[in-house]
């Protein structure tokens, strides 16, 4: 089983920047399509960004021009750089595999991400 670890997370003003990191156990993971997702208070868990292992990337709307996902095999570990951060990117944010690949694997504790002035 695959264990996930989000860390980079915190308070930010809005306009702020913050780097998120996953990182992931086993083997496996340089061989799968990655995922960033994030779940706000009362809303359910969305996709903010995804990366193939060929390094081809996909965003939603809401964070396009702003995130970048990004990930070093070598290390087992996928990268998402926030900028521009506004309120509404406040939320919980986890990795996990790209679910339109694959079914995800058991959730971490995700990071907290707070924009707020």
């Known amino acids: 089983q695959v264990q996930l670890v989000e860390s980079g997370g915190g308070l930010v003003q809005p306009g702020g920047s913050l780097r998120l990191s996953c990182a992931a156990s086993?083997?496996?993971?340089?061989?799968?399509?990655m995922a960033w997702y994030r779940q706000a208070p009362g809303k359910e868990r969305e996709f903010v960004a995804g990366?193939?292992?060929?390094?081809?990337?996909n965003y939603a709307d809401s964070v396009e021009g702003r995130f970048t996902i990004s990930r070093d095999n070598a290390k087992n570990t996928l990268y998402l750089q926030m900028n521009s951060l506004q309120p509404e990117d406040t939320a919980v944010y986890y990795c996990?595999?790209?679910?339109?690949?694959?079914?995800?694997?058991?959730w971490g504790q995700g990071t907290q991400v707070t924009v707020s002035s």
């Open positions: 996990n595999r790209h679910m339109k690949f694959g079914s995800p694997w058991s």
């Open positions: 086993g083997s496996m993971f340089g061989l799968l399509a």
């Open positions: 990366i193939r292992v060929n390094s081809i990337t």
